[in-house]
Each structure stands twice: as structure tokens, then as C-alpha cells.
């Protein structure tokens, strides 16, 4: 048959279904799409891909550029004319920055000039810079210690608290351990103190008999559990509760919800850890006056410590015939008998400058910057992290943490299981330590400090007590500070060996000295806002202080801003732009919601504001 027959005839055609057509149709059209879409997501991923490349490259380039701008500025040479009584001292003194075990890059060398030239004019300081706001200051009176309430009967049952940290975190811990025993209607037993890995010490550090006449008509405190108690096994039948059990800062709902049963069903609770488990808000007006009272009026020192304190403040105040408006809270009834014998004096009482330079390895290590030690530096707190924050060396190594580094404004909670411990860590801190600092995040360096304390107008001849021990890098580390000021001294230098001797195995109790140094300083700076000591320290001055006893505290952002510029800023502009960062801090404020009645007592819960 022909073709032409054949087309002609339909019956001779293969048969085909409109439907099937259709279908083979859809399934072309959809393999079209797969292909397609696959296409496009290879090229998001590739786009991915470079985008992260182009991070690297701009990231290396910018490090590259750093260290380049670092070895130019290291390279110039700044001379310094200074008078010549102590221009010598300083320019050698300036030479030794950097010459200690670790060599640093960034000892801001230019601006330490600048700063020896400037303290050797030997101008006259700025009228507020010993003073704060009075009028605003002084509205605000110490009244923690009035009572509106009945004794606790205590009936409850018993709580137990064994406070870890050093002797600022163990007096939060057993304020909040005395807020929880009226909470919960308990009877208290006299808190212990956990022997640490850096505070290697479990001393005694206030007097039991006044913390328990004082809270009496508060609370039911006991010396230990009744004999039927003691020899339960507390963890067998779930009376201890850790740090993980409690979420930070719980509100008092939690230990009514959770703890109570507890305490009903055994009649006993072992707090471990306990640091910073209660919340500063939400909390009833007379449970946070009760808080308040603890800390400001129930701890005292034991007397050994009060005596050696009351000496150190002696010798701090050379020639001075009358206590400070602080020792009596301080030292007690050792504030006035070292004066005997200086009634009359005719010499000017020495002021002073106390400054914590929170420079201790512990804290470097934590905050996870970089201090100019270069490689030796880092492995070294690396080492220390390891071993005692183990969550930070972890997390550091995660895939997480290289995200960060591209994307850091990205805010990521991570939750890290160590050696069953829950920690819940903010992935932002785990940024480089570049931008760390960047965003003030870093204690002061002691250069650093040094320059904002020249910058605000302290002479040179100023008398500087430091606090702290083991400042990380040695004496070498303090040369910038001992240059520029050679009136600073420590507890160390300030007692003799024989003197000290009784506190050596005890750093909580050499921190009460340092404590009682600070608090009754005429003027008190901080390097870091985050120290409990300079927290506690600094509220203690509020409550106290009745307006005269001002405390600088530097805001490290605005302070980092300024300081990445100190290649090229003039010391003028330097000086104008630190004592305004600083005057912004001393404004007289109420305590802001949620934040610490230690830090920040004037609220009413603690204080009464008067017309």
C-alpha cells in the first residue's frame, strides 16, 4: 500500500489516547522543572561558596593591613619633652613596656608618650574630678535596716548553702540563701564556702554572731542541722540542688513551685553553687529590702581582717587625724584607735586613687580577647580555658564558631553539655577577638587604664592604690602605670611580710582587704564593669558615700572607639573625649529594672530619697 493510501486511511494510523498524550507531556514538562530548579540551587550554592571565599579574602586582607599599620606605628619614633626632673625616668620607663616575657604589639607607645608629656606640664585637675553630682547624690539615705514585719518562725524545714567563687560571689550567695529562707519560711544554716580551683580557700571572712543577732528579727538562722538531719544522705534522697537544677536569676515562683515540695517532703535542701540563682525582679518590696540589708549592714568582717584593713588605710592616708566617712562600716571598732597620737597634725591627709585592675588570668581567659602576647600568650589561655572553662574551649572548636566569625551579627544561643553541666552561653561571645574589643567587650589593659586615668586629669604625683592579685604578665605589666605614677602602691608593698602572713593561704581574705581599700578610697575607678568586686564596691560607696565618694566607671565601647584611634588621635582631642565618655557615667540614676540592688542600691527598696 502507498503512503498516500495509507494516510488517507485512519484505521491504518497507530492509535493514540488524548490522555496518554497529556501525561507523557506533564511528566517532559516536569522533568523540565526538576533540571531546572536543580540548576538554580547548584548556582545558589556556588554563589554560597563565593560569597564565603570573598569573606575570607576581605578578612585576611583586613588582618594583613592591621598588621601592617601595627608594624608602622611600632616603627615611628615619638620623642618626649618633658621637664627635666623626670623626663629621663619616663623615657626609660616607657623603653621596658613590652620587654617582659611576652613581647606585646599593642602598648600603645605614641600615646603613652603623649600622655608623659602631658603629666609632666603638671596642670591642675578638673574641680569634679575627686567629686560626683552632690545635690542628686546626697537626695539618697541609707535605709535598708528599717523593718516592717514579724520574725520568721522558720518552721519549714532547713536550707543549706555551700557558695562557690571568690568572697564578692560567696556575699551575693549568702544574701540571696537569707532572701530564701524568709521566702520559703525555712531556718538557715550558716552558709559554708566551697573550696575552688582558684579560690583555694574555705576561711572564714564574717562574723557569724553579728550576721545571726543582726537578721534575727528576719529570719531563723541555726549554726548547724539538727542531729536527726545530719546523717542523711541529701543527694540519695534529692535534697541537693546544683547550679544546674536552677535556671540564673529564677524568680521567687520557681522556689515556691519547685522548691518547697522539697523542703516539705525532707525537710532539708543542700544548695551547691547557688551563685546568682535569684532574681532581682519581680521580688516583693521586703524581701528585696531584706537582701539589701544583708549585704549593707549584716556582713562585717571578722576582726582580723577589720584590724589588718584599719592599718592598711593608715598607711594609705599618711598624716590623716580623723577615720574616712566608710571605716566605721569597714573596720569597725579598729577605725579609730590607729590614729592615737595624730590629733593636731598640721600636714594635709594624703587623698588617694584606688583602681581593681581586673587583669587576673582567670578573666582573660573568660573573656576570650587578645592582649598584644602574641602566639605564647594564646596558647597560654588556651591552656588555662581548657581546664577551667571547658564550654569555651568547646564551643571555640565547633563548626558555630567559624559562622560566627563570617556572620557576626548573628545571635545564636548554643546549649553545651560538659561533664553533665548545662550551660547556656551566647554564641556571641564567641566572636574574634578583634571585634570583641571593637565592641568594648575586653577589661581595660593596664596601658589602657593608665591613659584613660591621665586622659581625665590625675597629676602624676597622685597617690594610686591597685587591687588584685597576680596581675597576668607580671610587674613588667606595670610599668606603663608605675612609670606615669610612681605614688601606686599595693596591699603588698603597704604591709610587711609579717603582716600579711596570716592571710597568705587565703584569698578570700586578701580580696576583704582589697575590698576594704577600694570602698573607702576618696575616688574609685573600675577597669571592668562585670567585677563583682567593683560591683559590690561601687554600691557600698552609693549607699554609704552620702555624695562624696565618686566612682569612675568607664564605658568600655565608647572608651574601645577612642582607643583604635591612638595612631593618629591628638592628645587633646583624646583628653576631651574620654572625660566625656566618663562624665556621662556619673549621672545620678535610679536603679534600673533588673539589674542589681549590690551594684545599684539607690531604689526604694533600699534607699529612701529625700527632698
Given at each position: 500500500?502507498?503512503?498516500?493510501?495509507?494516510?488517507?486511511?485512519?484505521?491504518?494510523?497507530?492509535?493514540?489516547?488524548?490522555?496518554?498524550?497529556?501525561?507523557?507531556?506533564?511528566?517532559?514538562?516536569?522533568?523540565?522543572?526538576?533540571?531546572?530548579?536543580?540548576?538554580?540551587?547548584?548556582k545558589?550554592?556556588?554563589?554560597?561558596?563565593?560569597?564565603?571565599?570573598?569573606?575570607?579574602?576581605?578578612?585576611?586582607?583586613?588582618?594583613l593591613?592591621?598588621?601592617?599599620?601595627?608594624?608602622?606605628?611600632?616603627?615611628?619614633?615619638?620623642?618626649?619633652?618633658?621637664?627635666?626632673s623626670?623626663?629621663?625616668?619616663?623615657?626609660?620607663?616607657?623603653?621596658?613596656i613590652?620587654?617582659?616575657?611576652?613581647?606585646?604589639?599593642?602598648?600603645?607607645?605614641?600615646?603613652?608618650?603623649?600622655?608623659?608629656?602631658?603629666?609632666?606640664?603638671?596642670?591642675?585637675?578638673?574641680?569634679?574630678?575627686?567629686?560626683?553630682?552632690?545635690?542628686?547624690?546626697s537626695?539618697?539615705?541609707?535605709?535598708?535596716?528599717?523593718?516592717?514585719?514579724?520574725?520568721?518562725?522558720?518552721?519549714?524545714?532547713?536550707?543549706?548553702?555551700?557558695?562557690?567563687?571568690?568572697?564578692?560571689?560567696?556575699?551575693?550567695?549568702?544574701?540571696?540563701?537569707?532572701?530564701?529562707?524568709?521566702?520559703?519560711?525555712?531556718?538557715?544554716?550558716?552558709?559554708?564556702?566551697?573550696?575552688?580551683?582558684?579560690?583555694?580557700?574555705?576561711?572564714?571572712?564574717?562574723?557569724?554572731?553579728?550576721?545571726?543577732?543582726?537578721?534575727?528579727?528576719?529570719?531563723?538562722?541555726?549554726?548547724?542541722?539538727?542531729?536527726?538531719?545530719?546523717?542523711?544522705?541529701?543527694?540519695?534522697?534529692?535534697?541537693?540542688?546544683?547550679?544546674?537544677?536552677?535556671?540564673?536569676?529564677?524568680?521567687?515562683?520557681?522556689?515556691?513551685?519547685?522548691?518547697?515540695?522539697?523542703?516539705?517532703?525532707?525537710?532539708?535542701?543542700?544548695?551547691?553553687?547557688?551563685?546568682?540563682?535569684?532574681?532581682?525582679?519581680?521580688?516583693?518590696?521586703?524581701?528585696?529590702?531584706?537582701?539589701?540589708?544583708?549585704?549593707?549592714?549584716?556582713?562585717?568582717?571578722?576582726?582580723?581582717?577589720?584590724?589588718?584593713?584599719?592599718?592598711?588605710?593608715?598607711?594609705?592616708?599618711?598624716?590623716?587625724?580623723?577615720?574616712?566617712?566608710?571605716?566605721?562600716?569597714?573596720?569597725?571598732?579598729?577605725?579609730?584607735?590607729?590614729?592615737?597620737?595624730?590629733?593636731?597634725?598640721?600636714?594635709?591627709?594624703?587623698?588617694?586613687l584606688?583602681?581593681?585592675?581586673?587583669?587576673?588570668?582567670?578573666?582573660?581567659?573568660?573573656?576570650?580577647?587578645?592582649?598584644?602576647?602574641?602566639?605564647?600568650?594564646?596558647?597560654?589561655?588556651?591552656?588555662y580555658?581548657?581546664?577551667?572553662?571547658?564550654?569555651?574551649?568547646?564551643?571555640?572548636?565547633?563548626?558555630?564558631?567559624?559562622?560566627?566569625?563570617?556572620?557576626?551579627?548573628?545571635?545564636?544561643?548554643?546549649?553545651?553539655?560538659?561533664?553533665?553541666?548545662?550551660?547556656?552561653?551566647?554564641?556571641?561571645?564567641?566572636?574574634?577577638?578583634?571585634?570583641?574589643?571593637?565592641?568594648g567587650?575586653?577589661?581595660?589593659?593596664?596601658?589602657?587604664?593608665?591613659?584613660?586615668?591621665?586622659?581625665?586629669?590625675?597629676?602624676?604625683?597622685?597617690?594610686?592604690?591597685?587591687?588584685?592579685a597576680?596581675?597576668?604578665?607580671?610587674?613588667?605589666?606595670?610599668?606603663?602605670?608605675?612609670?606615669?605614677?610612681?605614688?601606686?602602691?599595693?596591699?603588698?608593698?603597704?604591709?610587711?611580710?609579717?603582716?600579711?602572713?596570716?592571710?597568705?593561704?587565703?584569698s578570700?581574705?586578701?580580696?576583704?582587704?582589697?575590698?576594704?581599700a577600694?570602698?573607702?578610697?576618696?575616688?574609685f575607678?573600675?577597669?571592668?564593669?562585670?567585677?563583682?568586686l567593683?560591683?559590690?564596691?561601687?554600691?557600698?560607696?552609693?549607699?554609704?558615700?552620702?555624695?562624696?565618694?565618686?566612682?569612675?566607671?568607664?564605658?568600655?565601647?565608647?572608651?574601645?572607639?577612642?582607643?583604635?584611634?591612638?595612631?593618629?588621635i591628638?592628645?587633646?582631642?583624646?583628653?576631651?573625649?574620654?572625660?566625656?565618655?566618663?562624665?556621662?557615667?556619673?549621672?545620678?540614676?535610679?536603679?534600673?529594672?533588673?539589674?542589681?540592688?549590690?551594684?545599684?542600691?539607690?531604689?526604694?527598696?533600699?534607699?529612701?530619697?529625700?527632698?
Open positions: 500500500m502507498s503512503p498516500a493510501a495509507d494516510l488517507s486511511n485512519p484505521h491504518s494510523l497507530p492509535t493514540h489516547s488524548p490522555r496518554l498524550g497529556q501525561k507523557k507531556w506533564k511528566r517532559k514538562r516536569e522533568r523540565g522543572k526538576v533540571v531546572w530548579y536543580r540548576k538554580k540551587q547548584f545558589g550554592i556556588l554563589g554560597l561558596v563565593c560569597l564565603v571565599g570573598l569573606f575570607f579574602i576581605f578578612d585576611g586582607f583586613m588582618l593591613r592591621l598588621q601592617l599599620d601595627d608594624e608602622t606605628s611600632g616603627n615611628k619614633d615619638m620623642s618626649v619633652q618633658n621637664s627635666p623626670i623626663s629621663v625616668s619616663i623615657k626609660d620607663g616607657l623603653k621596658k613590652g620587654k617582659g616575657k611576652m613581647p606585646r604589639k599593642d602598648t600603645y607607645d605614641r600615646m603613652l608618650a603623649l600622655a608623659a608629656h602631658s603629666l609632666a606640664k603638671n596642670k591642675h585637675e578638673p574641680k569634679d574630678l575627686w567629686q560626683e553630682p552632690f545635690v542628686p547624690a537626695a539618697w539615705r541609707p535605709c535598708a535596716d528599717h523593718r516592717h514585719w514579724d520574725p520568721s518562725e522558720g518552721n519549714k524545714g532547713y536550707i543549706l548553702v555551700t557558695a562557690n567563687g571568690g568572697m564578692n560571689q560567696q556575699r551575693v550567695a549568702v544574701c540571696n540563701a537569707v532572701v530564701l529562707a524568709r521566702l520559703l519560711n525555712s531556718s538557715l544554716v550558716i552558709p559554708r564556702f566551697m573550696y575552688s580551683s582558684v579560690w583555694r580557700d574555705v576561711s572564714h571572712i564574717y562574723q557569724e554572731e553579728h550576721f545571726i543577732n543582726y537578721l534575727t528579727p528576719d529570719i531563723r538562722i541555726v549554726k548547724e542541722l539538727p542531729k536527726e538531719l545530719q546523717s542523711l544522705d541529701l543527694e540519695a534522697i534529692g535534697s541537693t540542688v546544683t547550679d544546674v537544677d536552677v535556671p540564673k536569676e529564677s524568680e521567687p515562683s520557681f522556689y515556691l513551685k519547685s522548691i518547697l515540695p522539697i523542703l516539705l517532703k525532707n525537710r532539708v535542701v543542700h544548695f551547691v553553687g547557688f551563685g546568682n540563682r535569684l532574681a532581682f525582679d519581680p521580688i516583693p518590696f521586703q524581701l528585696q529590702r531584706l537582701r539589701c540589708r544583708c549585704n549593707f549592714h549584716a556582713l562585717q568582717f571578722v576582726p582580723k581582717i577589720q584590724e589588718t584593713g584599719a592599718l592598711l588605710l593608715q598607711r594609705l592616708r599618711k598624716h590623716a587625724t580623723h577615720p574616712g566617712s566608710l571605716d566605721h562600716y569597714l573596720t569597725g571598732p579598729f577605725a579609730e584607735p590607729n590614729l592615737k597620737g595624730k590629733v593636731g597634725h598640721a600636714v594635709k591627709a594624703s587623698r588617694y584606688a583602681i581593681h585592675l581586673r587583669f587576673e588570668i582567670d578573666m582573660l581567659a573568660h573573656s576570650l580577647c587578645e592582649y598584644g602576647g602574641g602566639e605564647e600568650e594564646r596558647k597560654e589561655l588556651e591552656a580555658r581548657e581546664i577551667h572553662f571547658p564550654a569555651l574551649t568547646y564551643l571555640k572548636k565547633t563548626t558555630e564558631y567559624a559562622v560566627l566569625l563570617l556572620f557576626p551579627d548573628m545571635f545564636i544561643y548554643l546549649v553545651c553539655w560538659h561533664a553533665c553541666c548545662k550551660l547556656y552561653i551566647s554564641c556571641s561571645r564567641l566572636r574574634s577577638p578583634a571585634l570583641l574589643r571593637s565592641e567587650l575586653c577589661p581595660l589593659t593596664p596601658e589602657e587604664a593608665v591613659l584613660m586615668l591621665a586622659a581625665l586629669g590625675f597629676r602624676r604625683k597622685t597617690h594610686m592604690f591597685i587591687a588584685g597576680n596581675i597576668y604578665g607580671g610587674r613588667s605589666r606595670l610599668t606603663a602605670l608605675t612609670t606615669l605614677y610612681p605614688n601606686l602602691v599595693t596591699k603588698e608593698k603597704l604591709l610587711s611580710a609579717t603582716e600579711l602572713k596570716p592571710f597568705m593561704n587565703f578570700s581574705q586578701l580580696a576583704a582587704l582589697d575590698f576594704i577600694c570602698t573607702a578610697s576618696d575616688a575607678a573600675m577597669t571592668d564593669s562585670g567585677s563583682q567593683s560591683s559590690l564596691v561601687s554600691g557600698f560607696r552609693i549607699y554609704y558615700g552620702g555624695g562624696k565618694m565618686p566612682t569612675i566607671r568607664p564605658n568600655k565601647r565608647r572608651l574601645a572607639d577612642i582607643f583604635m584611634k591612638n595612631n593618629t591628638e592628645w587633646k582631642i583624646f583628653e576631651q573625649r574620654v572625660r566625656k565618655a566618663i562624665r556621662q557615667t556619673k549621672h545620678v540614676f535610679e536603679r534600673p529594672k533588673a539589674r542589681s540592688v549590690y551594684r545599684y542600691p539607690r531604689c526604694k527598696e533600699c534607699m529612701c530619697l529625700t527632698e
